[in-house]
C-alpha cells in the first residue's frame, strides 16, 4: 500500500531553517505529484506547496521566496526547504500525494504528519 513518511519536525526561533522530508513507498514514484499541507490549532488545512511529476514547484503566496521544494526520484523522497521561518509558520505540516497534477486536500495519500514549531 501506498506510504508517506514525514520527517524534519521540530522547534526553531524566527528566523531559522527547517528541512522537511517525505518518503514515499508503493507507488510510482515519478509520476505523482507531492505535495505539502500545514494545520495549526482551530484552523483548516491549508496548501504549502506541490510539486508535479515534471518538477515544476508551486507555492502559496504566504511561503514564496522563503519555502523550496524539491524532489529525488531516485529516493521517492521530497524535501521542502523553509527559511526565514515565522510563527505563523506553526503547524503540523503533512506530505500528500495525487496521480493528477494539482495536489489537494481531496488526495487519497497522505502521511501522518511532523509538527513545526516557530517561536518568536
Known amino acids: 500500500q501506498v506510504e508517506l513518511v514525514e520527517s524534519g519536525g521540530g522547534l526553531v526561533q524566527a528566523g531559522g531553517s527547517l528541512t522537511l522530508s517525505c518518503a514515499a513507498s508503493?507507488?510510482?514514484?515519478?509520476?505523482?505529484?507531492l505535495g505539502w499541507f500545514r494545520q495549526a490549532p482551530g484552523k483548516e488545512r491549508e496548501f504549502v506547496s506541490l510539486i508535479t511529476a515534471g518538477g515544476t514547484p508551486w507555492y502559496a503566496d504566504s511561503v514564496k521566496g522563503r519555502f523550496t521544494l524539491t524532489r529525488d526520484n531516485a529516493k521517492n523522497t521530497v524535501y521542502l526547504q523553509m527559511n526565514s521561518l515565522k510563527p505563523e509558520d506553526t503547524a503540523v505540516y503533512y506530505c500528500a500525494a495525487d496521480s493528477k497534477v494539482v495536489v489537494s486536500v481531496r488526495s487519497n495519500y497522505w502521511g501522518q504528519g511532523t509538527q513545526v514549531t516557530v517561536s518568536s
Open positions: 508503493g507507488l510510482t514514484f515519478a509520476s505523482y505529484s
